[in-house]
Nanobody, 127 residues
Framework: QVQLRESGGGSVQSGGSLRLSCAASGYSGGSFYAGWFRQIPGKEREGVADIDGGGVTTYYAQSVRGRFTISRDNAKNTVYLQMNSLKPEDSAIYYC????????????????????WGQGTQVTVSL
């Protein structure tokens, strides 16, 4: 069974940066799409970025494009989310997720395409 564990969350001032990490176990490296999602209490989970198994193609939500970068190191079974130029509206619990070996473009960043989830890490951005 795939297990995911996020780290790297915290508090930062507006304009600052954070790097989230997601350590995965129980699977074959590079065999699944990986995604980062975020959620504010009372709101739906929002897809932020995803990456294919080989780390070749990435996809971003419009709200983070140009500021966030998703990457993966399959040798370390780890997925990263580099977050720059953070804004207060980026504050949320961030979740790492593992999906299928292939996700069609039209379904990328859709939570229902992801089978395994981490526990989440809090990101707080203050003015």
């Amino acid at each position: 069974q795939v297990q995911l564990r996020e780290s790297g969350g915290g508090s930062v001032q507006s304009g600052g940066s954070l790097r989230l990490s997601c350590a995965a176990s129980g699977y074959s490296g590079g065999s699944f799409y990986a995604g980062w999602f975020r959620q504010i209490p009372g709101k739906e989970r929002e897809g932020v970025a995803d990456i294919d198994g080989g780390g070749v193609t990435t996809y971003y939500a419009q709200s983070v494009r140009g500021r966030f970068t998703i990457s993966r190191d399959n040798a370390k079974n780890t997925v990263y989310l580099q977050m720059n130029s953070l804004k207060p509206e980026d504050s949320a619990i961030y979740y790492c997720a593992a999906g299928r070996s292939f996700i069609p473009s039209a379904l990328r960043l859709k939570a229902q395409e992801y089978n395994y989830w981490g526990q989440g890490t809090q990101v707080t951005v203050s003015l």
